[in-house]
């Protein structure tokens, strides 16, 4: 049983084949996967995958890249998709100052509302931080969330991580931890208490080798998963069990 926690399955790059994608995950033995809205619609679109397939969950938020778009109509509905039972994250969410789509002030603004949101709708999120790490640690410190979080594709240094892990996140690996320059990363992945990690693909992006180059899908995350079976010599079995326990416990399911 291994739990993708972070997938777009509702991306365009799917609609020839959505039927064969959730057949290969099956046959790979991925039993679970969330889908991460970054915007209103793909938030809408989630729970609405997660209505129609029982082992699909959703998330639901807006991305730092569309911060400039959020309306006063955006949160309400957002909280509405929230109190669904299928809805068990809020995301994604953060700072994004590598392509400064939105103003940073704006990011800021719209990262530091929606901590609060996810704490009125009582779920733990989402964090998306690409080359943002001071700001974004400043605002976890100064706004933590009530019901915690997760940094997906984590990307820091070990110093980073630690301070992360003392704020009470978990980390989550997705494909770059395969890459050969993943140096710092694989130091993260070989010192992570084995109680706060998770995996991820963050299909259709971030294809993890051997695959690199194609459109990514839920069923690599075993790739992601042997890795760090191999960086802690642990089994593929032992680490995508202790990776699903720690999903269970971040995302408060049974
Ligand atoms: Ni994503």
Avoid at 109 to 122: S, Y
Avoid at 138 to 154: A, D, N, R, T
Wanted: glycine share 6%; aromatic share 10%.
């Amino acid at each position: 049983m291994i739990w993708d926690t972070h997938a777009h399955l509702d991306d365009p790059r799917y609609r020839e084949d959505f039927d064969q994608v959730l057949e290969n995950m099956k046959n790979a033995q991925i039993s679970r996967v969330t889908n991460v809205g970054y915007d209103l619609a793909s938030s809408e679109h989630s729970v609405d995958l997660a209505h129609r397939y029982d082992f699909i969950y959703a998330a639901v938020g807006v991305h730092p890249h569309d911060a400039e778009g959020v309306t006063p109509e955006t949160w309400g509905t957002l909280l509405q998709l929230a109190k669904d039972e299928k809805v068990i994250g809020w995301g994604e969410i953060g700072l994004d100052y590598y392509r400064d789509l939105s103003p940073r002030p704006v990011q800021q603004e719209i990262f530091i509302q929606q901590i609060e949101l996810a704490d009125q709708a009582g779920l733990p999120i989402i964090i998306h931080d690409r080359e943002a790490h001071g700001d974004l640690l400043k605002i976890v410190k100064e706004h933590p969330p009530k019901h915690g979080g997760v940094f997906h594709c984590y990307s820091g240094s070990w110093e980073m991580a630690k301070i992360v892990l003392n704020l009470g996140f978990y980390l989550s690996f997705a494909g770059p931890l395969t890459f050969k320059n993943a140096r710092h990363t694989v130091e993260v992945a070989s010192k992570v208490p084995l109680d706060r990690f998770l995996v991820e693909t963050d299909s259709p992006y971030l294809t993890p080798e051997p695959y690199r180059g194609k459109r990514n899908e839920p069923t690599y995350v075993r790739e992601v998963v042997a890795r760090i079976a191999k960086i802690r010599e642990l089994s593929l079995k032992e680490v995508a069990q202790q990776s699903f326990q720690n999903a269970v416990r971040l995302f408060n399911l049974n």
